[in-house]
């Protein structure tokens, strides 16, 4: 065998090793998490780990960087809720759309809410950690500005108000999440959900049509 080939297999391999060791640790995190509340320790975290501390520093640098590591995951859990609705969206009235996007990310709040507050509180160190919402509602907003506007040209109505929309949609779904999950669900998912939806639903039935200025 080739030297060379067997050295980059070796890599290769040590690398995969690497990134399903941070894999478990994620998920022994969110298991920590689940357990002790948004405020875990990193004693904690390497407890249900079954590992130390400078295990987690060696793969994640800190504490800030297993945060990262956790807000990316589950970053990538709620696109895969949510992003399934999108597909399914073309014949979709967008009032039901807003619904079953709410409805979703309602739902994955109010199954996980430690780890929720755990991902929008930003460690206070040192090192700076970009806003954890605004990543997701970005990519969100934008797929769902795309599928608005498709509904739209397709029924030739004015798409301008496309990006205003699925960006404004997210933003609001998400602020009303944070309010509910912080005042305790004070009202069932169901209403919230019937209730976000009711606000957009005029939109959507007086947009104008198309026309050369506006398309």
Do not use: C
């Not at 590992?51 to 800190?62: D, L």
């Not at 949510?82 to 807003?98: G, K, N, R």
């Not at 040192?126 to 990543?135: H, W």
Request: hydrophobic content about 40%; glycine content about 8%; overall charge neutral.
């Amino acid at each position: 065998m080739n030297t060379t080939t067997a050295s980059d297999g070796r890599a290769t391999r040590w690398q995969e090793h690497n990134l399903q060791r941070r894999r478990d640790l994620v998920a022994s995190t969110l298991r920590a998490i689940r357990r002790h509340g948004a405020g875990v320790g990193m004693d904690e975290v390497a407890a249900a780990a079954g590992t130390s501390k400078t295990v987690i520093y060696r793969h994640f640098g800190g504490r800030t960087g297993l945060y990262v590591a956790v807000v990316e995951w589950v970053h990538a859990f709620i696109r895969s809720k949510l992003i399934p609705a999108l597909e399914s969206a073309a014949d979709m009235d967008p009032a039901h759309l807003v619904a079953e996007l709410t409805d979703r990310y309602l739902s994955l709040v109010e199954r996980d809410p430690e780890i929720y507050q755990f991902v929008v509180t930003r460690p206070t160190d040192s090192d700076p950690v970009a806003d954890p919402v605004t990543g997701i509602t970005g990519r969100i907003g934008d797929e769902l500005a795309e599928v608005l506007r498709v509904w739209l040209d397709a029924r030739g109505l004015d798409t301008n108000a496309a990006t205003a929309w699925g960006h404004g949609i997210v933003g609001y779904v998400w602020a009303v999440a944070d309010k509910w999950i912080t005042t305790g669900h004070k009202r069932p998912r169901a209403e919230i959900v019937a209730f976000t939806a009711q606000l957009f639903t005029p939109a959507f039935a007086n947009q104008p049509p198309a026309t050369e200025g506006n398309r």
